[in-house]
């Protein structure tokens, strides 16, 4: 039972443009969300968060957004860079500490 | 520097061998866990642990054992690898809360022949 989904498994995009990453979920208990980066042979590192009374949260080129009526949510990268290629995964948590992720996307910023 | 130190990085072992992959962190936090990647399927939760002798079954525990006697070590043990266990493995650590970024390790690369 997946109840974080990422559809897409790769996304390309060029450098300069909008990057949308997207992520699905089930359980609507969850209430705190996440994006993680990973690039190869590291862990993956926070990116950015966003709680469930929120509807977007911004940190500098990077914008996550919820809407919780559709148990959806979002990361917007602009502008994209060739450094921003990694796979990018979806959490989710409630009661607690215990994060649920998703299957991750690969995305990859073409020069 | 803050940091999760997970050892070793590769490991090349038999089917049976007992095995053992520390996790150590520096930041007091109270909260670990451990995660294997597989294509296709993210990130799952093995096992976990809120606190010091508190440990806890995760998404996918089979084959796995675990233990906290400290607060900064949080190995994972692997009584009779089998080769379904190959995975790339992840220990990580944060402050129990609703808002805590989990910190992550470089990763464990294991192949069970």
């Known amino acids: 039972d997946q109840q974080v989904k990422q559809n897409s498994p790769s996304l390309s995009v060029q450098e300069g443009r909008i990057s949308i990453l997207n992520c699905d979920y089930t359980n609507s208990m969850f209430d705190y969300f996440l994006w993680y980066k990973k690039y190869p042979a590291e862990g993956p590192t926070f990116l950015i968060s966003i709680s469930s009374i929120k509807d977007k949260n911004e940190d500098g080129r990077f914008t996550v957004f919820l809407n919780k009526s559709a148990k959806h949510l979002s990361l917007h990268i602009v502008p994209s860079q060739p450094g921003d290629s990694a796979v990018y995964f979806c959490a989710a948590r409630f009661s607690g500490s215990r994060l649920t992720f998703g299957e991750g996307t690969q995305l990859t910023v073409n020069p | 520097e803050a940091q999760v130190t997970q050892n070793p990085r590769y490991l090349i072992t038999v089917t049976g061998k007992k095995l053992t992959v520390t996790c150590s962190q520096n930041?007091?936090?109270?909260?670990m866990s451990w995660y294997r990647q597989d294509p296709g399927l993210g990130l799952r939760q093995i096992y976990y642990s809120m606190n010091v002798e508190v440990t806890d079954k995760g998404d996918v525990p089979e084959g796995y054992k675990v233990s906290r006697k400290e607060k900064r070590n949080f190995p994972l043990i692997l009584e009779s690898p089998s080769p379904n266990q190959t995975s790339l493995y992840f220990c990580a650590s944060s402050f129990y809360g609703e808002k805590s970024e989990a910190f992550f390790g470089q990763g464990t690369r294991l192949t069970v022949v």
């Open positions: 930041m007091n936090h109270e909260y």
